[in-house]
């Protein structure tokens, strides 16, 4: 369940020009995290910047009880928890619901049934990410490397320029086949990210997991609708509440009847089957 | 310490509701409060039928502020009563709901399919939505359609009714007598202040509406001056809110004329805050020797001269 604390960060760092990855201690936030979930963190302590910012949950360590984001700084909110001198932070969750990685293995396992007819899936997982985007993706990771499917997993990350392919290292080490593209040919595929799932999507995959700037998830969603593959991805909306309380944070979905409508995205998302958003 | 209040002939343990839209069906802070510490719950805007709400984005922060274009998303009030109340009835709670429509009829009809709904103390009509086209402001800015649907929704009810006014008028203290004229038995101000916000580098409204309803401290002078003078002229208890953040803020609406308060936006900054309100109010009663919170309503203006 979610909850309210108000506890110590442990450490701050930048691992590159404008980012910012901050751990904190919160064991029992730690134990229910899953990943895709987002934390919602105060800023500061007055009535400006008014309202929590939902940053995900990057990664986590249970057997410490740490928790680490990761985030970009674009705005006044990040700023100030990038700088912040104080050693404490209030933040709310787990909340939203994340990536269902239960769904995936079914998708992945062809006798399911569960994927599309015909597709003639491989039962690999493609998880790909773009910008800061990549990361809940790195949390994603780290619990398909605990459960022993990186070997069939391959890991496509876009950026910038090589300087910001933040979680590069470290999904590496985690033991995972990684490929890049940057918009400016630094690194890798001179180009989108989604260049690269073009490609990996005619090995035909059982499962995409995807998150980035709107963009690049509406040309994901393409790519899969097209390739016949089923996929999640993570979506960001403005937030209020972050609780499914103030409907501030709609998204628009597909329902099963084919009806366009609102979801929330801080408690029905943030990540929505890649067939359902409407973009 | 008597913390209880009656607002309109609704009983309220202590002072302190949730403002409507900004607690969902009331079930959603349940993990960080024990609801049973509020006062009332009233619940989001209710309609006739269910509304789909406004395209994204729906809201923009602004300087101690934010503005908010929901659009009375809503199931209709034929889920809410099957579906939503009966799960409301068993916490012990009572809840308000908060009624809205386009028509004088769409405000009957709602109000007479809620009339003995079970768990429900009490109606807050919306007659000043500044985010839907028809209906809301319209109503809550001529004070004889105010009295119309007054009089409609206490002709289809048996409950108390609240009505809620709008700080987009030039004279809230005509509205308010307006209403109170047309039988009303509370009254709740303010709902949000128009205004807008313009991203500079896209060069275009922020919010898919284009306008919305400006709510939190920014506001809270203007709905404080607002319940001082309808005080002043209007009889009805008075349920205050506007940028209620602490119980010192709730604090200032009970001393211009509050019987009772709402929170509202404070709750997405600290969803602790209702019950921290009720808190705070009882240990300012205690360090200042207060027995009774109704001793409290409307003492600031005893305290001036010429009052
Ligand atoms: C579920 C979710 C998970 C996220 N995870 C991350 C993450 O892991 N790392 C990261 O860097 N960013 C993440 N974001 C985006 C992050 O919330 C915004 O960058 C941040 O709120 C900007 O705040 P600001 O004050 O710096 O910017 P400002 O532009 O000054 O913010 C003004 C307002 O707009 C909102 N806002 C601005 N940009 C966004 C955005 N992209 N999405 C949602 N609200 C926005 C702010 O919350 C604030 O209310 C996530 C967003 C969501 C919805
Ligand atoms: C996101 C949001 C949704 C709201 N929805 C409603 C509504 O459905 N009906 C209503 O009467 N008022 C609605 N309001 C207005 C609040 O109930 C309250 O009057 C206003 O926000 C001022 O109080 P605050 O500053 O404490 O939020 C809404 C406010 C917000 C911020
Ligand atoms: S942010 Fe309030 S409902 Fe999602």
């Given at each position: 369940?979610?909850?309210?604390v108000?506890?110590?960060?442990?450490?701050?760092e930048?691992?590159?020009?404008?980012?910012?990855?901050?751990?904190?201690?919160?064991?029992?936030?730690?134990?229910?995290?899953?990943?895709?979930?987002?934390v919602?963190?105060?800023c500061?302590?007055?009535?400006?910047?008014?309202?929590?910012?939902?940053?995900?949950?990057?990664?986590?360590?249970?057997?410490?009880?740490?928790?680490?984001?990761?985030?970009?700084?674009?705005?006044?909110?990040?700023?100030?928890?990038?700088?912040?001198?104080?050693?404490?932070?209030?933040?709310?969750?787990?909340?939203?619901?994340?990536?269902?990685?239960?769904?995936?293995?079914?998708?992945?396992n062809?006798?399911?049934?569960?994927?599309?007819?015909?597709?003639?899936?491989?039962?690999?997982?493609?998880?790909?990410?773009?910008?800061?985007?990549?990361?809940?993706?790195?949390?994603?990771?780290?619990?398909?490397?605990?459960?022993?499917?990186?070997?069939?997993?391959?890991?496509?990350l876009?950026?910038?320029?090589?300087?910001?392919?933040?979680?590069?290292e470290?999904?590496?080490?985690?033991?995972?086949?990684?490929?890049?593209?940057?918009?400016?040919?630094?690194?890798?595929?001179?180009?989108?990210?989604?260049?690269?799932?073009?490609n990996?999507?005619?090995?035909h995959?059982?499962?995409?997991?995807?998150?980035?700037?709107?963009?690049?998830?509406?040309?994901?969603?393409?790519?899969l609708?097209?390739?016949?593959?089923?996929?999640?991805?993570?979506?960001?909306?403005?937030?209020a509440?972050?609780?499914?309380?103030?409907?501030?944070?709609?998204?628009?979905?597909?329902?099963?009847?084919?009806?366009?409508?609102?979801?929330?995205?801080?408690?029905?998302?943030?990540?929505?089957?890649?067939?359902?958003?409407?973009? | 310490?008597?913390?209880?209040?009656?607002l309109?002939?609704?009983?309220?343990?202590?002072?302190?509701?949730?403002?409507?839209?900004?607690?969902g069906?009331?079930?959603?802070?349940?993990?960080?409060?024990?609801?049973?510490?509020?006062?009332?719950?009233?619940?989001?805007?209710?309609?006739?039928?269910?509304?789909?709400?406004?395209?994204?984005?729906?809201?923009?922060?602004?300087?101690?502020?934010?503005?908010?274009?929901?659009?009375?998303?809503?199931?209709g009030?034929?889920?809410?009563?099957e579906?939503?109340?009966?799960?409301?009835?068993?916490?012990?709670?009572?809840?308000?709901?908060?009624?809205?429509?386009?028509?004088?009829?769409?405000?009957?009809?709602?109000?007479?399919?809620?009339?003995?709904?079970?768990?429900?103390?009490g109606?807050?009509?919306?007659?000043?939505?500044?985010?839907?086209?028809?209906?809301?402001?319209?109503?809550?800015?001529?004070?004889?359609s105010?009295?119309e649907?007054?009089?409609?929704?206490?002709?289809?009810?048996?409950?108390?009714?609240?009505?809620?006014?709008?700080?987009?008028?030039?004279?809230?203290?005509?509205?308010?007598?307006?209403?109170?004229?047309?039988?009303?038995?509370?009254?709740?101000?303010?709902?949000?202040?128009?205004?807008?916000?313009?991203?500079?580098?896209?060069?275009r409204?922020?919010?898919?509406?284009?306008?919305?309803?400006?709510?939190?401290?920014?506001?809270?002078?203007?709905?404080?001056?607002?319940?001082?003078?309808?005080?002043?002229?209007?009889?009805?208890?008075?349920?205050?809110?506007?940028?209620?953040?602490?119980?010192?803020?709730?604090?200032?609406?009970?001393?211009?004329?509050?019987?009772?308060?709402a929170?509202?936006?404070?709750?997405?900054?600290n969803?602790?805050?209702?019950?921290?309100?009720?808190?705070?109010?009882?240990?300012?009663?205690?360090?200042?020797?207060?027995?009774?919170?109704?001793?409290?309503?409307?003492?600031?203006?005893?305290?001036?001269?010429?009052?």
């Amino acid at each position: 369940m979610s909850q309210l604390v108000r506890t110590r960060i442990t450490s701050r760092e930048e691992p590159a020009p404008g980012f910012c990855l901050i751990e904190f201690y919160a064991p029992s936030l730690a134990r229910a995290a899953q990943p895709g979930q987002f934390v919602h963190i105060r800023c500061g302590e007055g009535s400006d910047p008014l309202l929590r910012r939902p940053i995900s949950i990057h990664a986590v360590n249970r057997r410490d009880g740490l928790v680490r984001i990761l985030f970009q700084v674009v705005g006044r909110g990040t700023a100030l928890l990038a700088r912040s001198g104080e050693g404490m932070i209030d933040v709310m969750g787990p909340l939203g619901r994340g990536f269902s990685r239960g769904q995936a293995c079914r998708n992945c396992n062809n006798s399911s049934g569960n994927a599309p007819a015909g597709t003639g899936n491989t039962g690999d997982i493609i998880v790909v990410g773009g910008g800061i985007g990549v990361a809940p993706l790195h949390f994603l990771l780290q619990e398909i490397a605990g459960s022993g499917e990186s070997g069939r997993t391959t890991v496509l990350l876009g950026a910038r320029s090589a300087g910001q392919l933040l979680i590069r290292e470290a999904v590496e080490k985690m033991g995972f086949v990684v490929h890049v593209a940057t918009d400016d040919g630094t690194a890798g595929h001179h180009g989108p990210v989604t260049g690269l799932l073009a490609n990996a999507l005619r090995r035909h995959p059982g499962f995409v997991y995807a998150c980035g700037p709107a963009p690049m998830l509406k040309t994901v969603c393409a790519l899969l609708a097209e390739a016949g593959v089923p996929g999640e991805v993570s979506v960001e909306e403005r937030m209020a509440c972050g609780v499914g309380a103030c409907l501030s944070c709609a998204c628009r979905v597909r329902d099963a009847g084919g009806r366009e409508t609102y979801r929330r995205a801080c408690v029905d998302g943030p990540v929505f089957p890649a067939g359902e958003v409407v973009w | 310490m008597n913390l209880a209040v009656n607002l309109g002939g609704i009983k309220m343990k202590n002072p302190v509701a949730t403002a409507s839209g900004t607690f969902g069906f009331g079930l959603e802070y349940q993990p960080y409060i024990d609801l049973q510490r509020l006062g009332a719950i009233i619940v989001k805007g209710t309609t006739p039928s269910p509304r789909a709400g406004n395209p994204p984005p729906r809201i923009a922060e602004t300087p101690s502020g934010m503005l908010n274009a929901i659009g009375l998303q809503n199931p209709g009030v034929d889920r809410v009563v099957e579906e939503i109340l009966p799960r409301l009835a068993g916490l012990g709670t009572p809840v308000i709901v908060n009624i809205a429509g386009d028509t004088v009829e769409d405000y009957a009809l709602v109000a007479r399919k809620l009339d003995g709904a079970p768990g429900v103390v009490g109606l807050e009509v919306n007659i000043s939505c500044p985010n839907v086209k028809k209906g809301g402001i319209q109503f809550g800015s001529d004070p004889r359609s105010a009295a119309e649907v007054t009089r409609a929704v206490k002709a289809a009810t048996g409950l108390p009714v609240i009505v809620k006014l709008s700080p987009n008028v030039t004279d809230i203290v005509a509205m308010a007598e307006a209403v109170a004229e047309a039988g009303a038995d509370a009254l709740s101000m303010i709902n949000t202040l128009l205004g807008m916000a313009i991203d500079v580098d896209r060069r275009r409204p922020v919010l898919g509406n284009v306008t919305g309803g400006l709510s939190g401290p920014a506001v809270r002078p203007v709905a404080v001056r607002a319940v001082w003078q309808v005080y002043r002229a209007v009889s009805l208890p008075i349920l205050g809110m506007g940028g209620i953040m602490t119980a010192r803020d709730a604090l200032e609406f009970i001393l211009a004329g509050a019987t009772a308060v709402a929170v509202g936006t404070a709750n997405f900054v600290n969803p602790r805050a209702t019950v921290e309100v009720v808190e705070g109010i009882e240990q300012y009663m205690r360090e200042n020797g207060f027995t009774d919170i109704n001793e409290l309503t409307g003492l600031a203006q005893r305290n001036v001269a010429g009052c």
